[in-house]
């Protein structure tokens, strides 16, 4: 078996022809090759479902067969098991691969493979050896994936480390982004290639569970928390770039916010310089977002009800109109923040930075996690005696205090009773679920300021208002409920 690791990027069409003049392989030509490549799978895409691609790669007069896992990418990197070996389209022989439970696995789905998608590009490829002991394999792909009658566009950078260290394959990528706009791409062709096949329309991607194994450093469980957030991310850039669907802005917010409460969470154990360097990069990227989703949820959940108690109210038409014209500013200045250099740039650096970090055994993260979780369980404790006067800005402090600790619980979940942790999670959901829609209603009534700047409806503020005061009415028995739950870290 190897070890595959590289660093996919995407760029535009019309940039491909910058990438040979480029300092760090002008001096050199390139070699091309011809590579047509036919993924298979059985009827039910079992081999998808377990994240495993199986192909025959034309290249030149060989057929090369290709086994690989196909794990998730957060940041364009890419560390994968691949086992290639000689043979025939047609006949599966996985005897080199020398994971017993995939050859198995692999060898019982051999009857029922069939092509399922093909990629066919010209690759141009030039070595690169900035230091002795490191040896770059840097890669331009340009062609098409073809499934059935459909087609999509291949242009991409893939730098290959071959040999040296991880550190150095992302200095070639930023190197190379630096003088070209490359974008980190989660998605491999494989999993394009799926989505191609399957004419899968895009969906919002919600947060995904955290690799949490024994024996894990708490900076490996933060990496892999980081990533996990990174990927959330990513899986939503394209539905926010190329739609005005308010889920796909919704959950590229939940993964910023996630990411940054996990840079809090282990600030004690991060390098000063890392945090500082990213964590306001990170802000401002989900303050870009943060309005566009203010908007979405004004229009969606709080006009619809007004609109349809009062329809054919003057001041109701009026604030129907502005804020839709609000809304079209917003999402256009979201959608510029997701294509920007600077958000490529901050994909890239952060994945090289969180790579980069250094490993300890101390603390374990069975000391870490609950004492962090117990700091962050007395904090909202302390704020929610602080909410009883019905001060919105308490009543917001207390709802990020409880996100937070909700987050470092799903980050740590794997290390504590899956019962005691489910009864004590949907505590804090159903009092985060009120927060969240009096944070709504709270936030509706500046909105409601800009959309008609000079006119007062009193209608509008009246209704609102009403709509605070039901939840007030339900918040001290929430808050009771949750605080007599025992925390799941603590035992007895």
Request: charged residues 25%.
């Amino acid at each position: 078996m190897a070890l595959e690791t590289e660093i996919k990027l995407s760029l535009p069409a019309n940039a491909a022809r910058r990438v040979p003049a480029h300092r760090l392989v002008a001096d050199s030509k390139p070699i091309r090759q011809r590579l047509i490549n036919t993924y298979y799978d059985t009827p039910d895409q079992s081999l998808q479902r377990r994240r495993i691609a199986v192909r025959y790669r034309h290249k030149g007069a060989l057929w090369l067969l290709t086994v690989k896992s196909d794990a998730p990418s957060p940041g364009g990197l890419a560390q994968r098991s691949e086992w290639e070996a000689p043979g025939q389209p047609g006949e599966f022989d996985f005897s080199h691969v020398d994971n017993p439970k995939i050859r198995r696995f692999l060898e019982a789905a051999t009857a029922d493979l069939a092509p399922v998608f093909t990629t066919d590009f010209t690759r141009s490829f030039w070595l690169l050896t900035p230091q002795e002991g490191t040896r770059i394999e840097l890669a331009l792909d340009r062609g098409k994936i073809v499934a059935g009658e459909r087609q999509e566009t291949i242009c991409e950078v893939e730098l290959e480390l071959l040999e040296g260290d991880v550190a150095d394959l992302f200095s070639a990528a930023i190197a190379l982004q630096a003088d070209l706009p490359l974008h980190p791409e989660a998605a491999s062709k494989a999993e394009r290639g799926y989505r191609l096949a399957r004419e899968a329309a895009l969906a919002p991607v919600k947060a995904a569970d955290v690799l949490l194994a024994p024996g894990m450093t708490s900076i490996a469980v933060f990496r892999s928390t980081a990533f996990s957030c990174l990927s959330q991310l990513q899986g939503n850039e394209r539905g926010v770039r190329e739609t005005d669907a308010p889920e796909f802005i919704h959950q590229a917010r939940v993964a910023i916010r996630r990411l940054r409460s996990a840079l809090r969470l282990w600030r004690p154990l991060l390098p000063e310089e890392y945090v500082s360097q990213f964590d306001p990069r990170w802000r401002t990227l989900a303050n870009q977002l943060g309005d566009t989703r203010n908007w979405d949820v004004f229009i969606t959940e709080m006009l619809p009800p007004i609109s349809q108690a009062f329809p054919d109210h003057t001041d109701v038409q009026r604030l129907v109109s502005q804020a839709s014209s609000h809304l079209t500013v917003c999402r256009k200045a979201a959608k510029t923040a997701m294509t920007a250099a600077s958000y490529s740039q901050l994909l890239l650096e952060f994945t090289a930075a969180t790579v980069a970090l250094v490993e300890n055994r101390k603390p374990p993260i069975t000391a870490f996690a609950p004492r962090s979780l117990n700091k962050r369980a007395k904090r909202v404790a302390a704020l929610a005696t602080e909410t009883k006067d019905s001060n919105p800005e308490a009543r917001h402090a207390l709802r990020i205090a409880l996100k937070r600790l909700r987050y470092a619980l799903e980050f740590f979940a794997p290390l504590f009773p899956a019962r005691r942790l489910q009864r004590y999670h949907q505590s804090a959901a159903g009092l985060l679920d009120l927060l969240g829609r009096m944070n709504d209603t709270a936030v509706a009534e500046q909105l409601l300021v800009q959309a008609v700047p000079g006119h007062h409806s009193d209608l509008v503020r009246g209704w609102l208002a009403g709509r605070n005061d039901l939840m007030l009415g339900q918040l001290d028995a929430l808050l009771a409920d949750f605080l007599s739950h025992q925390p799941p870290w603590e035992h007895g």
